[in-house]
């Protein structure tokens, strides 16, 4: 077995010494309230300690200065009260072997002026900020010195509350980002021009800081290696800032990042999706690695043990990011320490977590419902302590994977009925364009484990109430899914829907009009599928934009893919009739708004999205015969107690429905129902 | 002259015959280096030695133990009253009965032989000489019935008419001029060599001994050849002890190589020994199991030709296939040290002419330049223990128990077994600590595959290292340390008590100090011997007792404690990589599977990555240790 050494090496940086080389990078889940650390994040970066990690860094963008919002949960690292709090954080995780820093973030014009203290935005030029659109003051003299002070005293608390070290942000293009880079700061002053007038003021905020902390603390910064930005920072100006940064004798580590968030699509790419490939940017970080001697760290897609260890053997760099691959299992050094490499449930890149956290949502992993939500839901399902159940799942999507697993991990007998030939369900369909394919590794790994668990998975069976009864089930979940619904419109029957263009059972049309009445994934994934085989495509959507259930890291991607097929969007057009006329179909278009304008359009196909129906004929013959006729307490299912019912005394047998099998939602939905029914089973 | 006269004169000449065979047969052993030997004391303890020490080993196999005390008693006792009677002519009716006695008894365990030969015969049983043995036996003790019978006054003194007596004369002769004339050259040549073998054994302090004796003698780096290249080069006792092999093939039939179908088998390895030194010069007469794969009749030597080599006597495939795991030396009923032969070839193989083959090489240059077996850096030795805190003993410091961590400490699947025991040794409150970047490999591996000067440079540094720190016991999770540190620093100056964690964690557990819950169900546990462990240091019962304090279901394989099978990844043989028909672990794990257990519990690195490479459905491979701490925090 590979042993993966460079991983597991401890890193020294001055007194903090880091056990390996895994690193989860500082980042904000949105799980903190009131610009102060939750026990909810303490538990959720407690884990990775549990789980191994060498360095958790905390306290993403940590607001140092009062004009700072706390847009995405960010701590409010601006006055003493917040100590207690870090010495609590600093406390559980050193508890379990980890290190930990503070990032400090000014974030400048990134921020929202009409939240936290209603305070305006500060930048070195007033241009407008294009994704929190806030118009921000350009600084005086005064404003300099205050925030240099807020800084270093905002590091003087990380240090007080037990912290092992300070981030300053250099990047996200958040304040010293923005006088950096020459896209944002168009100052004619002493902090403006030149590249040594362009770093001043960052410099002056590391001296300060380091003042402030002493020569014996460690303190680094996160800075892109190339803003890939059109009159931004280049790699070679981003390597000279490295160069002259790390011989300022100031800093003790440098943390690469690729892009800058400048606009949505510089979003999509900091915090990239599967649609950038594995390590899209490790080679920046390289660059900057052969140019300077202090450690480098880096984060972006880099997922598995091979790239992880690849990156830190072939000396890229030196403390390998996976910040994302912890929140799909915050275990990951553990169970590969206790060689249970085949456990690791490894982050596909849906990105599912930053999405929501970039529209100011609490970050969920699409496949791991146990995180966040280390206060009631387990990352390790312990055996049930009551006797051995018999546990039926019909249904092998992701919903009935995790119902099998989960109820196998507690020590019962699972049997698991799947129509088709193979397990997975309708993520099969959802990875069918080609950038979307990882998202396969959803199913696979639930697949290997319910393998592993011994579930008796019957593929190839489509299960009816009474093959399901004859199984003697002490407890049956029905995870069938659901199946598309084209929508509510007049002549919806001439209508081929995504499942149909999807799965190849209907060949796309020349001209395709495709109406997305869902607003995540499925319609752009269908649209660039029909273009990708030289269908002429019309995406209309009632919303005000397509996609508008997707977030920032990932609306962009489709978007420009979409465009660069070719794909014809139009927003704010409801369709309300399709008819045929000759051989070809015509489709009427309200205007959302002005409701009494109305467009035609003739095409050879229109495919409609319109989310799923359940699957639950199975459901409503077994009802009857269940102990709880198929209900659950959600009161008590929500407050994470005993949620199950007796309706029906007489009844042999639990029954739950999960997922689409309830009504349509997503692939975290169908696990999240079935890991918080299961795992009281 | 009459019949009882001249069986007097055959008797006479057989022992004239056979005299001179022993003193050209000593010759040859005398062609060996000096030894130093308890010339009168080992005589003197021969009988302890052999009704003890000797049948001890012999008794494992009762059918041959009985046959034997049969054949060998009646023979030894028939041969004293025999000379007696019909040497010097005493005339005794009760001697002439009690030697008819002994005579029926020595038939009797003549029949067994024969039955044992003829019947279902072992195939690890040696033909050629040894299948006329019977019939010899049978020869002797009837000729010397017909002859005894006037004595006993059952028959008249037979004249040369009598047919009787002339069969019994035949017999007599033939009887005589096997068992006595032939003695040291034909098959009886186990009695004679093997009596002077225990009397001046190689390892003398091995008879009556508790623990095994295994500690190696330091190569003499000064001297003018290192290490043995043709039989002359063994020591004189050692040419002997080869001489004292009986052919059994209980080695052979113990060998985890010669299981593998990899080119060795002890048994012929010891018999190429003889054939090269006493100057037959071919392996063509020897009538065992070959060594897999190789022909036999191909190997020529000479008392001063090197004798390994291909077309030597032994090929070099064959020297480096041993794990010296020791089976050999254990199920030896001659207690013949074949492990020692070994190492002393390969000593000369390694250091005069640098032939070691596969990847042996690479790792004995990192041990002389890194001094760990893989090349990393010493600093990296506690790299898994980063967040353990762990006490690093500096120079003039002071602990209770010593942890020597060993090469496993570079490996992943090993550092669980190192964070299991830590956390034990943490729970239980010992004080204790490690070397940190201070210790070096102890050089067992350099030695085993004959590298003696690398094992002196490391032993010595060690050593070194060691004396300038205190500490009551050394502990390690490493049988290869364990035995180096215990058995094979002594010879270099280092005195250490020295304890295998499974024995230091017993003594916790019996002390009260680590409190394990016991397992409620769970797999069935087969727990494997590590040889370095069992039949290099005595120690069997001591994870076995873990096991049981756990509650484990524990199940044994039918090859265990001292007498367990090699795991193949002993004596450098992983490195060395001969190849043969299977692999030794992939059988190993099949004896565990065999007994349904769901988890083979090891003690040792080496066993633990040879098993966990045995691929398809198999039982998991867990250290004793690991098991412990689950038990132990299962009850917290």
């Known amino acids: 077995m590979a042993q993966y050494e460079a991983l597991l090496e401890p890193l020294q940086i001055k007194g903090m010494t880091i056990r390996n080389r895994f690193l989860s990078t500082s980042h904000q889940p949105v799980y903190n309230e009131g610009g102060r650390p939750s026990e909810r994040y303490i538990r959720y970066q407690e884990e990775k300690a549990i789980g191994g990690i060498g360095l958790a860094q905390c306290g993403g963008a940590t607001g140092i200065a009062p004009e700072n919002s706390y847009h995405y949960g960010q701590i409010d690292g601006s006055d003493d009260s917040v100590i ?282 699409i496949q791991n419902a146990a995180t966040g939500r280390e206060q009631t839901m387990p990352h390790v399902v312990p055996k049930a302590e009551k006797p051995r159940r018999k546990v039926v799942v019909v249904g092998a999507g992701p919903g009935g994977l995790e119902a099998a697993r989960v109820s196998a991990e507690r020590g019962h007998d699972v049997v698991l009925f799947e129509r088709d030939g193979v397990v997975g369900g309708q993520t099969i369909l959802a990875g069918k364009v080609a950038w979307r394919e990882p998202l396969s590794g959803v199913p696979r790994w639930l697949d290997s484990q319910i393998k592993k668990l011994g579930v008796d998975l019957r593929l190839g069976v489509e299960a009816d109430a009474d093959m399901v009864r004859a199984e003697n089930p002490d407890v049956v979940v029905i995870a069938t899914g659901g199946r598309p619904n084209p929508g509510y419109f007049k002549g919806a029957e001439h209508c081929t829907t995504t499942w149909d263009i999807l799965s190849g059972r209907v060949e796309p049309g020349e001209h395709v009009l495709l109406h997305d009445d869902q607003g995540a994934e499925t319609g752009p994934v269908a649209a660039l599928f029909l273009a990708q085989r030289g269908a002429k495509v019309e995406v209309a959507t009632p919303e005000r934009k397509l996609a508008v259930e997707l977030g920032e890291c990932t609306f962009p991607a489709h978007l420009a893919e979409l465009y660069k097929a070719g794909v014809v969007i139009t927003a704010d057009h409801r369709l309300t009739e399709v008819y045929p006329e000759g051989n070809k179909l015509v489709a009427v278009l309200r205007n959302e708004y002005a409701q009494d304008m109305e467009e035609e359009r003739v095409v050879d196909q229109v495919v409609a999205e319109h989310g799923t129906l359940p699957n639950d004929e199975i459901y409503f013959v077994l009802k009857p015969h269940s102990r709880n006729l198929g209900d659950v307490n959600l009161l008590a299912l929500a407050a994470n107690e005993d949620y199950r019912v007796t309706a029906n005394p007489e009844g042999t047998f639990e029954l739950y429905r999960v997922g689409d099998a309830l009504t349509s939602r997503n692939i975290h939905a169908a696990i999240y129902d079935s890991l918080r029914l299961c795992k009281s089973f | 002259m009459t019949i009882a006269a001249t069986i007097g004169w055959i008797l006479g000449l057989a022992l004239l015959t056979g005299g001179t065979m022993a003193l050209l047969r000593a010759r040859r052993w005398a062609a060996g280096r000096p030894a130093r030997v308890h010339w009168l004391g080992g005589l003197l303890r021969l009988p ?219 048994k012929k390895l010891i018999q190429d020994l003889v054939r090269a030194m006493d100057g037959r010069g071919s392996d063509a007469d020897y009538a065992g199991s070959p060594y897999p794969g190789r022909e036999i009749g191909m190997a020529h030597g000479a008392p001063h030709a090197p004798i390994v080599g291909d077309g030597a006597m032994i090929h070099p495939d064959t020297l ?154 050394i502990v390690t999770a490493d049988p290869h340390v364990l035995n180096s540190l215990r058995n094979d620093y002594p010879a270099m100056g280092g005195n250490y008590e020295v304890l295998h964690h499974t024995q230091l964690l017993q003594e916790l557990v019996a002390g009260g100090r680590l409190n394990p819950a016991k397992r409620a169900g769970g797999a069935a546990i087969t727990y494997h011997d590590p040889c370095y462990l069992g039949r290099y240091n005595g120690e069997t019962a001591a994870p076995r007792a873990l096991l049981d304090a756990i509650g484990a279901e524990r199940r044994e394989m039918k090859r265990s404690g001292m007498r367990s099978m090699c795991c193949g990844g002993g004596g450098g043989a992983p490195l060395t990589d001969i190849p043969g028909e299977a692999r030794i672990p992939d059988l190993r794990m099949a004896q565990a599977a065999e007994t349904g257990a769901g988890i083979v519990a090891v003690a040792c690195p080496n066993c633990a990555v040879m098993l966990e490479g045995v691929v398809g459905d198999r039982p998991e491979v867990r250290d004793v240790a690991e098991l412990l701490l689950e038990a132990v925090e299962g009850a917290a």
């Open chain 1, 84 to 365: 207690p709090y870090y010495k609590e954080l600093s406390g559980r995780l050193h508890k379990h072997g980890a290190v930990c820093t503070i990032q400090l973030t000014h974030g400048g014009r990134r921020e929202r002026w009409d939240s936290s203290n209603w305070l305006p935005t500060f930048a070195p030029s007033s241009r407008r900020e294009p994704v929190h659109r806030s118009f921000p003051k350009e600084m005086e003299e005064f404003d300099f010195e205050r925030i240099r002070q807020c800084y270093a005293d905002a590091a003087v608390r990380c240090r007080e509350g037990g912290i092992d070290g300070v981030e300053v942000t250099f990047a996200s293009l958040t304040l010293i980002e923005q006088f950096l880079s020459p896209a944002v700061n168009h100052r004619s002053d002493e902090y403006g021009g030149s590249l040594e007038n362009r770093m001043r003021f960052g410099l002056e905020v590391l001296a300060r800081v380091r003042k402030a902390v002493g020569d014996d603390y460690v303190v680094g910064i996160r800075l892109p290696g190339d803003e890939l930005l059109k009159e931004g920072l280049g790699q070679e100006e981003c390597v000279e800032i490295s160069r002259r940064l790390a011989t300022s004798g100031l800093i003790d580590y440098i943390s690469v990042v690729g892009a800058t968030p400048h606009d949505y699509i510089g979003t999509a790419k900091i915090w990239p999706s599967m649609w950038l490939p594995s390590a899209a940017f490790l080679h920046l970080a390289s660059g900057i690695k052969a140019e300077i001697d202090l450690p480098v760290f880096h984060a972006t897609r880099i997922v598995d043990l091979a790239t992880a260890e690849r990156a830190l053997a072939d000396g890229h760099v030196d403390m390998v990011g996976m910040t994302r691959a912890f929140i799909a299992d915050p275990h990951f050094p553990k169970k590969l320490r206790e060689g249970r490499v085949d456990d690791i449930r490894q982050c596909v890149g849906a990105t599912y977590c930053i999405d929501r956290v970039v529209v100011g949502h609490d970050a969920v992993c």
């Open chain 2, 48 to 266: 302890r030695s052999y009704f003890v020490d000797l049948h001890h080993i012999v008794a494992r196999d009762a059918y041959a133990a009985h046959m034997h005390v049969a054949a060998a008693g009646g023979f030894v006792g028939a041969v004293l009253v025999v000379l007696v009677v019909h040497l010097l002519g005493v005339e005794s009716i009760i001697l002439a009965w009690i030697l008819l006695g002994l005579l029926a008894l020595m038939a009797t365990g003549a029949f067994f032989v024969l039955k044992r030969r003829f019947g279902d015969r072992p195939a690890r049983l040696s033909g050629g000489g040894f299948n006329r043995l019977p019939y010899s036996l049978f020869a002797f003790a009837f000729g010397f019935i017909l002859l005894t019978l006037p004595d006993a006054g059952v028959a008249a003194p037979y004249g040369w008419s009598s047919s009787l007596g002339l069969i019994g004369l035949a017999l007599g002769a033939w009887g005589a001029a096997e068992m006595l004339a032939a003695m040291p050259v034909g098959p009886m040549k186990h009695a004679f060599a093997g009596a002077l073998h225990l009397a001046w054994h190689p390892r003398f302090e091995r008879l009556g001994a508790e623990r095994p004796v295994v500690g190696l003698v330091p190569t003499d780096l000064a001297a003018d050849k290192l290490g043995v290249e043709t039989p002359a080069d063994f020591a004189w006792n050692r040419l002997l002890s080869f001489d004292a092999c009986v052919q059994c093939g209980r080695c052979e039939e113990a060998c985890p190589a010669f299981a593998a179908g990899q080119p060795l088998n002890p």
């Open chain 2, 320 to 473: 480096w296939s041993c794990t010296t795991c020791r089976a050999c030396v254990q199920e030896c009923p001659m207690m013949i040290e074949h492990v020692d032969a070994i190492v002393d070839l390969r000593r000369f193989q390694v250091l005069e002419r640098g032939a070691v083959p596969g990847k042996a090489p690479e790792t004995l240059q990192e041990l002389r330049q890194a001094d760990t077996q893989s090349g990393r850096p010493l600093s990296a030795r506690l790299d898994w223990a980063a967040d353990l805190n762990l006490l690093v003993l500096a120079e003039g410091q002071s602990c209770d128990l010593l942890l020597w961590l060993g090469e496993g400490a570079f490996d992943l699947r090993n550092q669980r077994t190192l964070r299991a025991l830590v956390r034990l040794l943490r729970a239980a409150e010992a004080d204790f600590a490690v070397l940190g970047a201070e210790e070096l490999d102890t050089g067992d591996l350099a030695r085993r595959l004959g590298d003696d000067a690398t094992f002196q440079n490391l032993a010595r540094r060690n050593i070194e290292a060691l004396a300038k720190r205190s500490f009551k016991r």
